[in-house]
């Protein structure tokens, strides 16, 4: 086995086309955050981001970004703002141990695999702290089996959504949804919006380098990852905003926002309806709604959802002492944590 690093950008035609072959033999490898486009993005911002390249019998089985950090310990490309890691692969076993002591790394750590990644089983963590359910638009079965798998309490709320919308457009003019518009100025609005009610998003607006890879991911248009910018309005103005990562088969959702003056229309959820009602008119089989960090329950998530797939977190290390050393230490703090809540 060989394993060559490189830079994002330096991966050439035919390597392209491989990671794309990987990437059309299953539904979850198809996920926009695991094409090589958007990991071309974090390189061009990012001087640390990196791709391991692992070859067998001189025939490439897997393609690993990573940013690589301190003491040779690489961690995930894009961090918090990438919410899906691991590998591009064909499937086959490999020796991961083995993948990172060649790639000259001391550690790798993933945060947000999914289960389907079979390679990475033994370096998982456990316990649910590490695991994080993922809920989805199932949409392979179109949208009226999408809507026949839902609740009768979330068909009632689609029906109450409806109701809204036909209230908003008596009182402003007319509602329409537009799948991709590419305005800059959207993009503007929904994140001057999120900015407005969180203080994270906020932090970010000011973060200007931030700001530029976002704008790039919005505005990108390749086969493999493109960005839509959904607008919903009402009359002549923007109710709603969403931003999304699209492949061919699956649109992960980003952010999405909306007016506030319209907020007792639910004009968030009525776009996020248009989304998923779209989404299947183009051909998609998943929407993904991104997992949940809090303890929030009964969101839109869990409303509109049909379908769950799992992300897990872990860690493989070049030296199998350090990875017992760090098992240990992971169960104690873990152990303390419970034992001291406060």
């Given at each position: ?21 990987f ?16 990991a ?42 990438t ?22 790394l ?56 409806e ?36 203080r ?14 976002l ?21 002549e103005?923007?109710?709603?905003v ?7 088969e ?5 952010t ?57 977190g ?29």
């Amino acid at each position: 086995m060989q394993v060559t690093v490189v830079r994002p950008s330096e991966l050439g035609r035919s390597e392209a086309e491989q990671w794309r072959a990987f990437q059309g033999s299953a539904l979850m490898m198809s996920h926009p955050f695991l094409s090589l486009s958007l990991a071309r993005v974090w390189g061009m911002a990012k001087p640390s981001a990196r791709v391991a390249v692992v070859e067998d019998s001189g025939r490439i089985e897997a393609f690993i970004p990573f940013e690589i950090g301190d003491g040779r310990i690489a961690s995930r490309l894009g961090g918090g703002y990438t919410a899906v890691d691991g590998m591009v692969t064909s499937g086959a076993p490999l020796n991961m141990r083995s993948v990172v002591r060649k790639a000259g790394l001391r550690g790798w750590r993933f945060e947000r695999a999914p289960a389907s990644q079979k390679a990475l089983d033994p370096y998982r963590y456990s316990g649910p702290h590490h695991c994080r359910t993922v809920s989805y638009a199932d949409l392979s079965g179109g949208y009226d089996k999408y809507l026949s798998d839902l609740s009768d309490g979330t068909r009632k709320r689609i029906a109450r959504t409806e109701a809204y919308r036909r209230a908003l457009q008596r009182k402003v003019g007319p509602v329409s949804f537009e799948w991709s518009n590419p305005k800059p100025e959207y993009f503007d609005q929904l994140f001057q919006w999120k900015s407005d009610q969180f203080r994270n998003a906020r932090e970010a607006a000011e973060d200007r380098a931030l700001m530029s890879v976002l704008r790039e991911l919005a505005f990108m248009d390749n086969d493999d990852c493109h960005g839509l910018i959904g607008v919903l309005s009402a009359g002549e103005q923007t109710a709603a905003v969403t931003m999304c990562l699209a492949s061919a088969e699956v649109i992960a959702l980003f952010t999405l926002g909306y007016n506030p003056e319209f907020s007792r229309f639910s004009a968030g959820t009525m776009q996020l309806l248009d989304l998923i009602r779209d989404a299947a008119a183009h051909g998609i089989t998943m929407v993904d709604f991104g997992a949940d960090y809090t303890v929030v329950e009964n969101t839109y998530k869990d409303r509109f959802r049909n379908a769950t797939y799992e992300l897990t977190g872990g860690a493989v290390w070049a030296s199998r002492m350090e990875a017992k050393a760090r098992s240990v230490y992971r169960q104690v703090k873990y152990r303390q944590s419970n034992e001291n809540p406060d």
